[in-house]
């Protein structure tokens, strides 16, 4: 009960959550009389535990487990213990048993380990293909069209000239960023993409709140499917502001050269 309540705290609720936990184990082995079998029921809270990936609630649980043992041990051994020489040395014991949680935990702990590099890596390329698109001045999103639900890369945002904080992507809001003359077309190219599979590219103008306008290069297609249903719609979207100057700098010059 207390670790719900401390939910919102993840690693005070993590570690009540670990005596809690440990605290059934050495009921139970009291409850046996110290029965042998019994203290296994231990090594499986360690793991379940170790699943938490945080040192604290592990360290923590590690040294219940001894001090536990040992306190145990000696003031009430019978209820620890079940065998004459664990009687006679409670500590001693209690850290071998100690020894034992910490190497049936070794796999957990380096498959911890490896999980944390994991993410690690998958962070840090999620960083690098921010940087990459900010470069780019490219975007990325992806619409579950199942849930309706939108994601938009870090960049897309600031494509589109708003703030996650302010703003939830949705396909009507995304419109609404639009010029109207380009709307409907946007809305006609997904449709048609949903309806057939087709993927679209075309140059939209976008119209962020502040009033700025940016031409922008927007992809999309399905890209997962349920059964004959689209499911998953990706794209991305990149700002040619600077190639559409470009072209109309190009076609003005060109216009001087033509007779009336």
């Keep these: 009960m207390v670790a719900t309540v401390q939910r919102s705290h993840r690693r005070a609720s993590t570690a009540v959550a670990a005596l809690g936990l440990f605290t059934c184990s050495a009921v139970l082995v009291h409850l046996s009389g110290g029965v042998i079998e019994m203290h296994f029921h231990y090594f499986v809270m360690v793991g379940v535990v170790t699943l938490h990936q945080d040192w604290r609630p ?71 293909l921010c940087e990459a698109q900010e470069v780019a001045k490219l975007g990325s999103w992806e619409w579950d069209v199942s849930t309706g639900e939108v994601t938009w890369s870090r960049e897309l945002y600031k494509l589109m000239g708003v703030d996650p904080e302010d703003f939830t992507p949705s396909p009507d809001a995304i419109l609404s960023l639009l010029h109207p003359d380009d709307r409907d077309i946007l809305a006609a190219d997904m449709r048609r993409s949903l309806d057939t599979g087709t993927s679209y590219a075309h140059d ?13 290069h927007a992809r999309g297609a399905v890209t997962a ?23 109309a700098e190009v076609h003005d010059a060109l216009s001087l050269l033509v007779p009336p």
Excluded: C
């Design 58 to 128: 592990f360290l923590m649980a590690i040294g219940y487990f001894v001090l536990q043992h040992g306190l145990a041990g000696a003031l009430v051994p019978a209820t620890v213990y079940n065998h004459q020489s664990a009687i006679d040395h409670p500590w001693q014991w209690a850290g071998v048993h100690g020894l034992f949680i910490v190497g049936m935990s070794a796999a957990g702990i380096a498959s911890w380990k490896l999980n944390e590099a994991l993410i690690q890596a998958t962070a840090d390329r999620e960083e690098q």
């Design 204 to 216: 939209f103008r976008g119209m962020a709140p502040d009033g700025t306008v940016r031409w922008l």
């Design 225 to 247: 499917w349920d059964s004959a249903s689209a499911r998953v719609m990706s794209g991305t979207t990149q700002d040619v502001t600077g190639r559409k100057r470009a072209e």
